[in-house]
């Protein structure tokens, strides 16, 4: 088998992470997408140990442990990104990452004006005094 089989899926299912990292707005499907493109170095990784160690005959298959290594840290990647979304999500009602960072901004994302934000202090106040 030739190493431009391997190669040209690698870096179609790398585009394909990329395109899900640029153009999707949930967080769940950008950290879909990153995974993508994390299993397409994988894939390249192995792809190129096969290759060398037939080219130099040697049996060290470092192309494979570091697979493993990628595979264990994007576990534990996957496992913390998913636990910041939850936490999100519970916190603010969304996963869209625009909403989020206009939040993150101080921009008011929910609709209300300068106006009825600063009333609200006031109408607190009037409470409390009551």
């Known amino acids: 088998m030739h190493l431009a089989y391997p190669a040209v899926l690698s870096a179609l299912l790398f585009c394909t992470g990329l395109y899900g990292v640029l153009a999707r ?3 769940i ?3 879909m997408s990153v995974e993508l493109m994390l299993n397409a170095v994988n894939l ?3 792809a190129f140990d096969v290759w060398l160690s037939r080219a130099a005959e040697e049996t060290l298959h470092s192309g494979q442990a570091l697979t493993l290594f990628t595979i264990a840290i994007a576990a534990a990647e996957i496992g913390i990104g998913l636990a910041i979304v939850l936490a999100v999500h519970r916190n603010r009602g969304t996963s869209d990452i625009d909403k989020l960072r206009d939040t993150a901004e ?3 994302t929910d609709g209300r004006d ?3 934000s600063a009333a609200e202090p006031a109408a607190e106040k009037a409470e409390a005094t009551a």
């Open 106 to 108: 101080g921009h008011e």
């Open 44 to 46: 390249n990784l192995v």
């Open 114 to 116: 300068g106006e009825a």
């Open 25 to 27: 707005r949930n967080a």
């Open 29 to 31: 499907l950008v950290l």
